[in-house]
């Protein structure tokens, strides 16, 4: 069993920072690939960034390439997404993910969800 908690959302102008954090709390935390994902209101969940579990692989949505970095620490079982130049279309609840088969680049192959942080980027 693994439980994932996000935090490190809150509103932000346009252009800004944030750096969202997942902690995961599982013996076996470092066994499973890591991800984001996010869904604004009205809107499909949709894939973010995701690591896998050695952290030799990155991974990111088309959307957010160049502007966002996934980092994990498997000593701290710690999951990050560092997002820069953010703009409004960013805004959405943030999700972290974990699924111990795949990398999570879709929201059908996740095992664990967390409950989501808010980002709002303000124009």
């Known amino acids: 069993q693994v439980q994932l908690l996000e935090s490190g959302g809150g509103l932000v102008q346009a252009g800004g920072s944030l750096r969202l954090s997942c902690a995961a709390s599982g013996r076996t935390f470092n066994r499973y690939n890591m991800g984001w994902f996010r869904q604004a209101t009205g809107k499909e969940r949709e894939f973010v960034a995701a690591i896998n579990w050695s952290g030799t692989n990155t991974y990111y949505g088309d959307s957010v390439k160049g502007r966002f970095t996934i980092s994990g620490d498997n000593a701290k079982s710690m999951v990050y997404v560092e997002m820069n130049s953010l703009k409004p279309e960013d805004t959405a609840v943030y999700y972290c993910?974990?699924?111990?088969?795949?990398?999570?680049?879709?929201?059908?192959?996740?095992?664990?969800w967390g409950q989501g942080t808010q980002v709002t980027v303000s124009s």
């Open positions: 993910a974990a699924s111990s088969k795949w990398v999570p680049t879709t929201p059908t192959r996740i095992d664990y």
